[in-house]
């Protein structure tokens, strides 16, 4: 365990402390060797980790204004040192090793853990980086004793994601077909016959032109190359096909989509990780799983196993916010093996559809881009990335959502964010 208790530390601080700055331990005789001591609450004995009684309890302690799921609200200085009480780094564990998802058992239609079953959502932090607090409580303990921690490394950036659900209305010869039946003969013709770049699905082209103009856009898109056997990832479209190919000439930055299928059976990943990755010919290391239906935490041994380095999943359907408690990138922590990992996750900050659907937050569009506002200050303040999932269907020129107009908005705000 030291090994996953000195990267949390270092995690906190966004830099690698030296020898003595912080121990975490209950042994009075190691307190001498450091400036600052945070006292285990007793979250990882035998007998408790993993029960039932482990699961913290509300309302939350707080420490200097700060929620604490753990420990005591005691800070206490004593000839240099400051010894404290309020363990965050047991309740920084519980929040980004999803050791939650251990303990409570429920789970919407999609055997997805969703926001309203979470202690973040109940205790009103999903919207807040809980964990990055965290790390600015333990920086300030540092500075009263004289250690002058490095600058935080983690910088601002937004990352516009997009998952390739359905690349085009009227490709296929049902698609086409079913055009015409509907009267859309102009637009079924000019898309089955022209070519994917005038099907309304496939708006690639118009979100990169928008992107390519924001100074701290990152792209990336995750496209889907199995499950066609279950309805939730219909429709299929051929992933080694010409409209792909023109995709792949608008986005350099590819990760593999995992089936809704392989979410429920997840020995299914790494057969379609090495079917895209043949299909663009080099390694395929990034992944979103489809309906962000990361099922078990125990499943992302399975991403590792397929050769995925980074994963942007974690963020829940039902609610914008913070899942893992920070918007920075961080390694996965097995809280069933104890283990830290190769595998980095990516949280995933707001979905367009969370947004707008009714049976998730049902925002209007000035609610909608009050809560990008609102969550992209969050992620400013303590640096890292802004993740957001924008679905090519939703900014089309004939959906019925505010998407179109959210994204534009989102994108000419994010053209400013260096000056801010």
């Given at each position: 365990?030291?090994?996953i208790?000195?990267?949390?530390i270092?995690?906190?601080?966004?830099?690698?402390p030296?020898k003595g700055?912080?121990g975490?331990?209950?042994?009075?005789s190691?307190?001498k060797?450091?400036k600052v001591v945070?006292?285990p609450s007793?979250?990882?004995?035998?007998g408790?980790?993993g029960?039932?009684e482990?699961?913290?309890?509300?309302p939350l302690k707080?420490?200097?204004?700060?929620p604490?799921?753990?420990g005591?609200?005691?800070?206490?200085?004593?000839?240099g040192?400051v010894?404290?009480k309020?363990?965050?780094?047991?309740?920084t564990?519980?929040?980004?090793?999803?050791?939650?998802?251990?303990?409570?058992k429920e789970?919407?239609?999609?055997k997805?853990?969703?926001?309203?079953?979470?202690?973040?959502?109940?205790?009103?932090?999903?919207?807040t980086?809980?964990v990055?607090?965290?790390g600015?409580?333990l920086?300030?303990w540092l500075n009263?004793?004289?250690?002058?921690?490095?600058?935080?490394?983690s910088k601002?950036s937004?990352i516009m994601?997009?998952?390739v659900?359905?690349?085009?209305?009227y490709?296929?010869?049902?698609?086409f077909a079913g055009g015409?039946?509907r009267?859309?003969?102009?637009?079924?013709?000019?898309?089955?016959v022209?070519g994917v770049?005038?099907d309304?699905l496939?708006s690639?082209?118009?979100?990169?032109?928008l992107?390519s103009?924001?100074?701290n856009i990152?792209s990336?898109?995750?496209i889907?190359v199995s499950?066609n056997r279950?309805p939730?990832?219909?429709?299929?479209?051929?992933p080694d096909g010409?409209?792909?190919?023109?995709?792949?000439?608008?986005y350099n930055?590819v990760?593999?989509?995992?089936s809704?299928?392989?979410s429920?059976?997840?020995k299914?990943?790494k057969?379609e990780v090495?079917?895209?990755?043949?299909i663009i010919?080099?390694?395929?290391?990034?992944?979103?799983n489809?309906y962000?239906?990361?099922i078990?935490?125990?499943?992302?041994?399975y991403l590792?196993?397929?050769g995925?380095t980074d994963?942007y999943?974690l963020?829940f359907?039902d609610?914008?916010?913070?899942?893992?408690?920070t918007a920075?990138s961080?390694?996965?922590?097995?809280?069933?093996?104890?283990?830290l990992t190769s595998l980095?996750l990516?949280?995933?900050?707001?979905?367009?559809?969370?947004?707008?659907?009714k049976k998730?937050m049902?925002?209007?569009?000035t609610?909608?881009?009050?809560?990008?506002?609102?969550l992209?200050?969050?992620?400013q303040?303590y640096?890292?990335?802004?993740?957001l999932l924008?679905?090519?269907?939703?900014?089309?020129e004939?959906?019925?959502?505010?998407?179109r107009?959210l994204?534009?908005?989102i994108?000419?705000?994010e053209e400013?964010?260096d000056?801010m």
């Amino acid at each position: 365990m030291q090994q996953i208790f000195d990267y949390i530390i270092s995690f906190l601080l966004d830099a690698k402390p030296e020898k003595g700055w912080v121990g975490y331990t209950a042994e009075k005789s190691e307190w001498k060797k450091c400036k600052v001591v945070i006292i285990p609450s007793g979250f990882f004995k035998d007998g408790m980790y993993g029960t039932k009684e482990s699961y913290p309890q509300l309302p939350l302690k707080m420490v200097n204004d700060v929620p604490i799921l753990y420990g005591e609200p005691s800070v206490s200085r004593t000839n240099g040192q400051v010894f404290v009480k309020a363990d965050i780094i047991a309740s920084t564990y519980f929040i980004i090793s999803r050791y939650e998802e251990l303990i409570v058992k429920e789970r919407d239609e999609h055997k997805r853990f969703a926001a309203k079953f979470s202690i973040l959502k109940k205790a009103g932090l999903l919207q807040t980086p809980i964990v990055d607090m965290y790390g600015r409580l333990l920086r300030g303990w540092l500075n009263e004793v004289g250690v002058k921690v490095p600058v935080q490394n983690s910088k601002y950036s937004c990352i516009m994601t997009h998952d390739v659900d359905h690349i085009a209305q009227y490709r296929s010869l049902r698609g086409f077909a079913g055009g015409l039946l509907r009267g859309e003969f102009k637009n079924a013709v000019r898309s089955f016959v022209g070519g994917v770049e005038n099907d309304p699905l496939f708006s690639f082209d118009w979100m990169r032109k928008l992107e390519s103009k924001a100074h701290n856009i990152k792209s990336k898109v995750f496209i889907k190359v199995s499950g066609n056997r279950l309805p939730q990832d219909i429709p299929f479209y051929n992933p080694d096909g010409q409209d792909v190919r023109k995709l792949l000439k608008i986005y350099n930055e590819v990760g593999v989509h995992i089936s809704y299928e392989a979410s429920l059976n997840p020995k299914l990943i790494k057969g379609e990780v090495e079917l895209l990755s043949s299909i663009i010919g080099k390694p395929v290391t990034i992944s979103r799983n489809h309906y962000l239906a990361a099922i078990k935490p125990s499943d992302m041994r399975y991403l590792i196993d397929a050769g995925i380095t980074d994963d942007y999943t974690l963020g829940f359907a039902d609610e914008a916010g913070f899942r893992l408690g920070t918007a920075r990138s961080v390694r996965w922590i097995d809280p069933e093996k104890k283990e830290l990992t190769s595998l980095t996750l990516h949280p995933l900050v707001i979905m367009d559809g969370t947004l707008s659907e009714k049976k998730y937050m049902g925002l209007s569009i000035t609610e909608a881009f009050e809560t990008y506002k609102r969550l992209k200050l969050e992620v400013q303040k303590y640096g890292g990335d802004f993740v957001l999932l924008w679905h090519n269907d939703t900014v089309s020129e004939f959906s019925k959502t505010y998407h179109r107009n959210l994204f534009e908005k989102i994108l000419h705000d994010e053209e400013f964010a260096d000056f801010m």
